[in-house]
């Protein structure tokens, strides 16, 4: 059955921590992994990876993909209280297929 | 540009109603989603479509039906509303090359 798992569920930092974020999978055929940001209501998209070792940057977050220990991480540094949110990472399965973890809750605070 | 929208944005149901969440996008986009968030989850795929006319079902289909008559519009019907669907709602779309999903402002049901 395919699978995403994401860790730690939740985290509390103070401003100007550097955050790890883990997502493991295990899923048929993969394609692709995509980062997502869910403040109060939709996902917002962040980052999409489909290349082992490639690393994927925007501003203070980074994400990269291992596809051989099958597993993704977003790092975000110099955190803000605005980075508080919960952060999705969800797996292409098959095609159009995508299959999301139950998150991490980030709470940073001041 | 609306993006993705849904109606309604909040709904009640009684047990054994049946109701129809409305979801529109402006872009074109071949790829429509329908997904579900219970409270401190992730988002469960329920249908997907790859284009009018075809819809597959995704994780949790049980107790929903779709349709997809145009690029435009991706309604999901429940038939026989229970508890067990109370949850936040989003509808996504995406665009052929596959690098995001757009997804609506979300319908919260609730049923009683």
């Known amino acids: 059955e395919d699978k995403v798992v994401q860790s730690p569920l939740s985290l509390v930092v103070h401003e100007g921590d550097t955050v790890t974020l883990n997502c493991s999978y295990e899923v048929t055929n993969f394609r692709s992994l995509l980062w997502y940001k869910q403040e109060k209501k939709a996902p917002t998209f962040l980052f999409m990876l489909t290349s082992s070792g490639i690393e994927k940057k925007s501003g203070r977050l980074s994400s990269i993909l291992d596809k051989k220990e099958l597993f993704s991480i977003l790092n975000i540094t110099a955190t803000q209280t605005g980075d508080s949110a919960i952060y999705l990472c969800a797996v292409e399965a098959r095609a159009y297929d995508m299959r999301f973890g139950a998150g991490t809750r980030l709470t940073v605070k001041p | 540009n609306a993006g993705v929208t849904q109606t309604p944005k909040f709904r009640i149901l009684k047990i054994g109603q049946s109701m129809t969440l409305q979801c529109t996008q402006d872009m074109n986009h071949n790829y429509m989603y329908w997904y579900r968030q219970d409270p401190g989850m992730g988002l469960k795929l329920i249908y997907y479509?790859?284009?009018?006319?075809?819809?597959d079902k995704g994780e949790v289909p049980n107790g929903y039906n779709v349709s997809r008559s145009t690029t435009e519009d991706f309604p999901l019907r429940l038939e026989l509303a229970a508890p067990s669907q109370t949850s936040v709602y989003f509808c996504a779309s995406r665009n052929d090359r596959g690098n995001e999903q757009f997804f609506g402002p979300g319908t919260r049901l609730t049923v009683l």
């Open positions: 479509s790859v284009g009018a006319g075809i819809t």
